[in-house]
């Protein structure tokens, strides 16, 4: 918050549905995180330096949009920070800090501090070094993870890559990302699907969550293609959860 960004959001990639299930109910609870939006993004392959990258593209494809992370790193303090010293965040920050536009910053936090209750010092967070060997970022066109095919109702489908502003369409494809309002403000869900030729969003409102829905689950949805930030959407759509 003491950055003053425009938009704040805490984004966890999900590796493990049951902890993010965790994660997204205790953050519904938190009166502290009221006007923070949670993200939950797929990761499947369990590949966090590559969804992170994923993430930061698409969140600069325009380009007056800047985009600051901040990385949080677990430390052990004596003996046991120099087995347990966890490098996910450096790995994550290293080819994310070749983007243009896009600041990476680690922020260590004291593992055993926090699970003792003793106060918690703010250290300077570390500055990630540029790699020498350039980075050659991937097109958003590209799906940031394997779809699977799609049904016997697929004659009934338009590819999302196809869809029309302000033409009705059906639609199925993997969710890759959900987003939730902040409790703080009005109820809103946003659920992103990729199929083999594209993503779009679906935008809920009037609500916070959809039941049995999750990231990596097939989804089915029709209505109106709109238009929001220059991006399609379609808003409240009818839409079917698929086994």
Known sequence: RSLKPRNLTAVHF??????AEQIQKAWAKSDALDDVTLELIDCPDRRLAKAALDYALRMTEKSDVE???????????????????????????APISQLPRVVA????????????????????????????????????????INV?????????????????WRKRAQVQGRVTSIKTAPRGAAPALQVEIWDETGGVSLQFLGRRDIAGLEVGSQMRAEGMVGEDGGSMVILNPSYELLV
């Open 14 to 19: 999900v590796i493990d549905d049951r902890r």
């Open 67 to 93: 985009l600051t992370l901040l990385l949080p790193r677990r430390a052990y303090s004596g003996f046991l920070g120099r087995l347990l010293h966890d490098q996910t965040a450096e790995e994550i920050a």
């Open 105 to 144: 910053t680690i922020v260590p936090f004291d593992v055993a501090r926090i699970a003792s209750g003793a106060t918690i010092e703010f250290h300077q967070a570390s500055e990630v070094k540029k790699s020498v060997k350039p980075f050659v970022p991937t097109p958003k066109k590209d799906a940031p």
């Open 148 to 164: 699977e095919p799609v049904g016997h109702y697929a004659e009934n489908l338009t590819k999302i890559g196809e869809i029309q």
